[in-house]
């Protein structure tokens, strides 16, 4: 790409970059693998992100002038079939990843020729991820991992996982994790179903039997694992909750368009709407103050406020539209057949009665809602911390079901 780059501002910058990828790549017209390498080689993937790996190491308060300008002219967008990938492993392998996995890594995420999911939840670890028991054990240059991940969303599409594992059984259980990046075709991973609520199955259980893992797909050292989690999990919330969008759009402008279309509205019903839209204009106003207080890497407990007012705010929106469509609200859109969808919608873009069904696993995905409280309780009001009984015994000391 020429460089026509004769600018003062970071946001003449970025503009100036805007040009030159549309002026060489019709957005119309320009395959989608084609167009997102060259958005990624023109620095407009991240705008924070480092010159080369998909930035411009500028403020992430310039991504939405970016997603802004090319969804006005419907550029190809894939983030929806890509969701872990673009909000948790990008950051993840950004923050923690050598020289070498962040160029291997970034451009193939982003294009989507590369799918990722994120395997830290258990049967017996969910909200106390750091409980986990998938075991990996070293053998030479590989690690060599057994075990069991649930609720694995997209993993039937993706090229790669993020997964955490026990690599040491005899100390506190945050001390004993590690952090590795997993070829989900690699023999031993057995990816199967789980069907949802919504008839569909978005995500899986995994299982690991002798599952071969090279040393160079560790992501940071040996028992820094929770550290490397933290940084998944803080831009997880972010990534959930924190997305800003125009006013009255969103969750907010399904029940305003089911609204207008309604014969026979009360006035009860009018001031409920009243309120859930003051409450998406405030948590619209909030995730930007956040978000232009952001840096890169990994977000503050901002993104704990974003996930626990999103999760709550979408479901009640979508409990007034199916409330708003009387008996119709009743009865399910499709077949309630069951799909294994390639791309994860935490919150609209289908009937509203569907993201109703979807909506339920806001307040646990991610992070559970009580959690999130707990989060902020300790963390951003100083609250006292729960007891925590097992923090200083080892792990494999401690009584699990
Ligand atoms: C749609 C969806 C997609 C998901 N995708 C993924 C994924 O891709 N990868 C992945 O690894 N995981 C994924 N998850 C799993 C998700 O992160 C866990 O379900 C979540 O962390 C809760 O864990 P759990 O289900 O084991 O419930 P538990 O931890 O057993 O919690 C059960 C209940 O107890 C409450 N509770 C637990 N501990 C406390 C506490 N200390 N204080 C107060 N209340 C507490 C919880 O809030 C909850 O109500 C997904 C979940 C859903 C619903």
């Excluded at 004769?6 to 990828?21: H, I, K, Q």
């Excluded at 506190?172 to 179903?193: N, Q």
């Excluded at 009860?268 to 859930?276: I, N």
Aim: charged content about 25%.
């Amino acid at each position: 790409m020429p460089l026509t780059d004769t600018v003062t501002t970071d946001e003449d910058l970025v503009r100036s970059r805007l040009r030159d990828l549309l002026a060489e790549h019709d957005p119309a017209s320009t395959p989608a693998v084609e167009f997102l390498g060259a958005r990624f080689d023109a620095g407009l993937a991240w705008v924070s992100f480092p010159v080369g790996l998909g930035g411009l190491g500028l403020s992430p308060d310039l991504q939405g002038l970016v997603e802004r300008e090319l969804r006005a002219v419907d550029a190809p967008n894939e983030a929806d079939r890509n969701v872990i990938g673009y909000g948790m492993a990008a950051p993840t392998v950004l923050t923690h990843g050598t020289e070498e996995q962040r160029a291997r890594y970034l451009r193939p995420l982003f294009t989507c020729e590369e799918v990722w999911c994120q395997l830290f939840s258990e049967p017996g670890a969910g909200s106390d991820v750091a409980g986990l028991a998938t075991r990996a054990v070293r053998d030479g240059d590989e690690w060599v991992v057994n075990g069991q991940k649930v609720w694995t969303t997209l993993a039937h599409t993706s090229s790669w996982g993020l997964l955490v594992a026990r690599t040491d059984p005899d100390v506190p259980k945050h001390r004993g994790l590690t952090y590795f990046i997993v070829d989900m075709h690699a023999p031993g991973v057995d990816v199967r179903p789980l069907r949802q609520i919504t008839g569909e199955a978005e995500f899986n259980e995994v299982f690991f039997t002798d599952v071969r893992i090279p040393d160079s797909n560790r992501l940071d050292a040996v028992g820094a694992g929770w550290r490397v989690a933290t940084t998944t999990l803080m831009n997880e919330r972010v990534a959930i909750g924190g997305g800003v969008v125009a006013r009255s759009s969103g969750p907010i402008h399904e029940a305003l368009r089911i609204w207008k279309d309604k014969a026979d509205k009360t006035s009860t019903q009018r001031d409920r709407l009243m309120e859930l839209w003051v409450e998406s204009e405030v948590a619209r106003l909030t995730n930007m103050r956040a978000r232009a207080l952001r840096t890169a890497g990994t977000p503050g407990p901002e993104g704990s406020v974003a996930k626990l007012v999103g999760a709550e705010l979408n479901k009640h929106v979508y409990e007034f539209c199916v409330d708003l469509m009387g008996m119709t609200g009743t009865l399910f859109p499709t077949h309630y057949e069951m799909r294994r969808p390639d791309r994860a919608v935490f919150s609209g873009g289908a009937d509203p009665r569907h993201t109703f069904l979807r909506s339920r696993a806001n307040s646990i995905e991610g992070g559970t809602s009580e959690i999130m409280r707990n989060i902020l309780g300790e963390r951003v009001l100083g609250l006292p911390g729960e007891p925590r009984m097992d923090k200083d015994r080892a792990w494999s000391e401690v009584p699990r079901s």
